[in-house]
């Protein structure tokens, strides 16, 4: 199946499509490749190079997600895992993009980390000469350990400060988060910690107890919302895009707070 889409998620490229695999929900099939199918859902037709800081990439995304966030972006890669395409087409799909000058590859949802052979993937990925970046939620810090040998990038996103967290995305087990965050500060090459500002949700509480959750990480990023018509929850889609000026008082709140402090969007 074939779907043209714009792409407002996670480093947009709204011009771009995304070929889609199999729609069939199939979470079983994900815990291996013995049923001859990829984690890979879908991807971006076009090469990236906003998705990873530094590289031309490849977006690959996965199906299925444990958050339930009103102001989600990809809703359609929510839900409970699905089959992706298979691995021979997904390797057509990555030669053709290292001829045209592609050399990392972003894995991203949907939530990753929901499917059992994601270390697969990126094993498939490395050997290809990819360097390699996920995006995560951090819900599971296990296969988050035994993947982060096979990356070279992390990006995980911080919704709000713990306290707030079930009511905003339905996740509830803070611990792992937390955990989450331990393992890319001790044990990631490179990584990034990154919240989407929403002035009516992050207000001066929100901010203190977001600085305070991420102080002493490498890289916080603060980026800004973006409504549209189709995010999941309809109250979301009324609320204004955040303004450059909250997203530069709120920088002043993490000032000093981390090694390298990055506002995009403004």
């Known amino acids: 199946m074939v779907m043209e889409s714009g792409r407002s998620g996670r480093g947009a490229d709204s011009a771009a499509a995304r070929t889609q695999g199999d729609d069939s929900t199939a979470q079983e099939a994900l815990a291996s490749a013995g049923g001859g199918r990829s984690p890979v859902y879908g991807y971006?037709?076009?090469?990236?190079?906003?998705?990873?800081?530094?590289q031309l990439a490849v977006v690959l995304f996965t199906a299925g997600c444990n958050f339930r966030c009103g102001f989600c972006h990809n809703p359609e890669l929510t839900g409970q895992p699905r089959l992706?395409?298979?691995?021979?087409?997904?390797e057509q799909a990555c030669?053709?993009?290292?001829?045209?000058?592609?050399?990392?590859?972003v894995v991203t949802g949907g939530e990753p980390t929901m499917i059992c052979s994601?270390?697969?993937?990126?094993?498939?990925?490395?050997?290809?000469?990819?360097?390699?970046?996920?995006?995560?939620?951090?819900?599971n810090p296990d296969l988050l350990a035994r993947c982060l040998p096979l990356l070279?990038?992390?990006?995980?996103?911080?919704?709000?400060?713990?306290?707030?967290?079930?009511?905003?995305?339905?996740?509830?087990?803070?611990?792992?988060?937390?955990?989450?965050?331990?393992?890319?500060r001790y044990h990631a090459p490179d990584y990034e910690l990154r919240t989407t500002l929403i002035e009516p949700i992050h207000g001066p509480a929100q901010l203190q107890e977001l600085a305070d959750m991420v102080r002493g990480a490498h890289r916080y990023v603060l980026q800004p919302f973006v409504p549209g018509a189709a995010l999941p929850d309809p109250e979301y889609r009324a609320y204004?895009?955040?303004?450059?000026?909250?997203?530069?008082?709120?920088?002043?709140?993490?000032?000093?707070?981390?090694?390298?402090?990055?506002?995009?969007?403004?």
């Open 44 to 54: 971006l037709r076009r090469p990236s190079m906003v998705d990873y800081p530094g």
């Open 84 to 90: 992706g395409m298979s691995w021979p087409r997904l």
């Open 95 to 105: 030669d053709t993009m290292a001829a045209n000058w592609v050399d990392a590859a």
């Open 118 to 139: 994601l270390p697969e993937l990126l094993v498939f990925l490395r050997a290809r000469g990819f360097r390699v970046k996920l995006d995560t939620n951090g819900s």
């Open 152 to 184: 070279d990038y992390v990006a995980m996103d911080i919704k709000t400060g713990l306290s707030e967290y079930a009511a905003l995305t339905g996740f509830a087990d803070t611990g792992k988060l937390r955990d989450s965050m331990q393992l890319l």
């Open 240 to 266: 204004p895009r955040t303004s450059p000026q909250f997203l530069l008082r709120a920088r002043e709140v993490f000032e000093g707070s981390v090694d390298e402090l990055v506002t995009r969007g403004t």
